[in-house]
Every structure is written in structure tokens, then in C-alpha cells.
């Protein structure tokens, strides 16, 4: 099987190009190339699959081999490998996900893609469609049934104020006055994923407020651990900082990650901007010796 590693901002992925391979067990797969010791090494695999919606489609399987709804960092890489392999002509396209279809403007230079910017859509709120249980999060008074935010979440022995935003996939924020990058986050990060408050289980962003547009995040991802970015925690995380009113709507919100910085602008019509790097690492081929 011919596949092709790629990152964005750090956040890499072992990629596959459906049009010509065929893959029958992604699950399995992607647990075998994304170990760092014995596989090719990647926080997981993503599938580019041809569409009758869209210019292609994208899977993708976390490092567990559970399937995710939505990549942003992989999603960017998607187009640019999708316009430097001729699968599209054009620098917008657009790519089906699970979580409904997605329309990028690549960035062009010498004939390749370096990089893009990608609608993710609007920015979901409503706890149920998240999902998220919100009675489960500490019994309150003060729950409303339309958001979660800046409200108490009890993780452990400790309560934090925590906002829930979906992207596609779920994600809980939470804004520290620590340093973020003191924190236990093998463990804290997994009390979260498996907090009962989140049925299918979410991916946490702990963040530090530099200034009114520059935000420091660290990621726990279901299925994956800690991982060097995350773009829809990105997008999740620009949300949480204007409705924690850190941030403004329409300003280009810049959020560092261990990986690299991404820029996110949160519209007033509540739909999301994000706009990184596309890196091509190298390419080979997998398969028992």
C-alpha cells in the first residue's frame, strides 16, 4: 500500500489515496501505522475517498483505531494533497466529512499547495448536539439547556469552568491562570475523554490568554492522547475565547500550539475561518515483510 506522510503545524497522519489504493480494515490499520516504535509513526490515518458530493472525502481514524467526524489540520492537508496529486485543478475544492462537507482555498506556490484556509462551518453549542450531559458536568441551578459555558465541570477532586463547543468533533476549553505547560496532562487529559458529562467522549484544550488576540493551548484528543495540534480544538477554542469575552468576533485570533500557530476568525453568523500550513513529510509503502 503507497501512502504519504503528512502534518499540519505538527499534527501528523499517515494519508491515503483511495483512488488508487483500496483499504478494507482503516480501524485495524491505523493502530498499526501510527505506533512510533514499530509503525510508520502518526497520530492516526486518514483516507481520501472518492465523492459524489464533493471534489473527495476524507476519514479518518484516530491512533485507537476509532473514527473521527472531523480533522482540521488534516483537512488542509487533504487539499493540498489533492491538488499536488491532479485528484483536483483548481485551488478550491471542496471535501466530504463526516461531519458534512468542508471548502477550502488552498495557498499556491511554485505549483504546490503550502497551505489553506478551510470554512469548518458554525460553531455548535447546543449541549445535546454536542454531545454533551450536562447534568452530569455538577448538579447546578445555573444549567441552561442552550450552551455550556464558563460553567462548572467536576473532574477528579477538582471543579473547573469549562465551555463545550463542537467543531464537528467535541471539545471542552477550559482557561487556566497556570502555566499550561506545568500540567499533568497523561493524566488529567484522560479524566477528561472519559468524563460521563461527554457520552462519546471529547477532546479537552487547557489555554492561556496572552493578550486580547493570541491564545496558548495544549490538546488531549480522544483516541490519540496529546497531540502537537489540533484544528477544530483551534476553531473550539477561538469560540470559547469570545464567548468568555477574552476575545473579539471578526478578529483573526492567533492560537499557538506546540506544533505551530494557527489563525481563526469567528464570524458573526457563527461560522469558522481557519487558516495553517500543509507539509508533505515523505511518502513510501507499507506492507508486511
Known amino acids: 500500500m503507497k501512502f504519504t506522510k503528512m502534518h499540519g503545524i505538527g499534527n501528523d497522519y499517515v494519508y491515503v489515496n483511495c483512488f488508487e489504493e483500496q483499504v478494507d480494515n482503516p480501524e ?11 509503525g510508520i509513526g502518526s497520530d492516526g490515518l486518514i483516507l481520501i475517498l472518492p465523492s459524489d458530493k464533493a471534489d473527495c472525502r476524507m476519514r479518518i481514524f484516530n491512533a485507537d483505531g ?19 496529486h491532479g485528484i483536483v485543478t483548481k485551488p478550491e475544492l471542496s ?4 461531519s458534512g462537507i468542508k471548502y477550502i482555498q488552498l495557498q499556491i506556490q511554485d505549483h504546490k499547495a503550502i497551505g489553506a484556509t478551510v470554512d469548518m462551518g458554525k460553531a455548535i453549542l447546543k449541549p445535546e448536539l454536542i454531545p454533551m450531559i450536562p447534568e452530569n458536568a455538577k448538579n447546578s ?12 465541570l467536576s473532574v477528579g477532586d477538582q471543579t473547573y469552568l469549562a465551555t463545550a463547543v463542537s467543531m464537528g468533533n467535541p471539545h471542552c476549553i477550559v482557561f487556566l491562570e497556570e502555566e499550561i505547560q506545568n500540567l499533568d ?3 488529567i487529559g484522560s479524566m ?7 457520552p462519546e467522549r471529547v477532546n479537552t484544550e487547557f489555554v492561556n490568554v496572552l493578550d486580547n488576540h493570541t491564545l496558548k493551548m495544549r490538546v488531549w484528543e480522544r483516541g490519540s492522547g496529546e497531540t502537537m495540534a489540533c484544528g477544530t ?6 469560540v470559547a475565547s469570545v464567548l468568555n469575552g477574552y476575545c473579539k468576533q471578526e478578529q ?22 481557519m487558516t495553517g500550513s500543509a507539509t508533505e513529510v515523505f511518502t513510501g509503502i507499507w506492507g508486511e515483510s
Request: glycine fraction near 8%; charge should be negative; include cysteine.
Open 28 to 38: 485495524q490499520l491505523s493502530i498499526l501505522v501510527s505506533d512510533r516504535r514499530k
Open 66 to 84: 476509532s473514527e473521527a467526524m472531523m480533522c482540521g489540520n488534516g483537512i488542509r492537508c487533504v487539499g493540498k494533497y489533492a491538488y499536488d
Open 95 to 98: 471535501v466530504e466529512t463526516n
Open 141 to 152: 441551578e445555573n444549567l441552561n439547556s442552550e450552551s455550556f459555558i464558563r460553567q462548572e
Open 185 to 187: 496532562l497523561e493524566t
Open 192 to 198: 477528561f475523554e472519559f468524563h460521563k458529562a461527554f
Open 233 to 238: 480544538g483551534a476553531c473550539a477554542v477561538a
Open 252 to 273: 483573526a485570533i492567533t492560537v499557538k500550539l506546540p506544533g505551530g500557530d494557527l489563525q481563526i476568525v469567528y464570524h458573526a453568523d457563527q461560522t469558522v475561518t
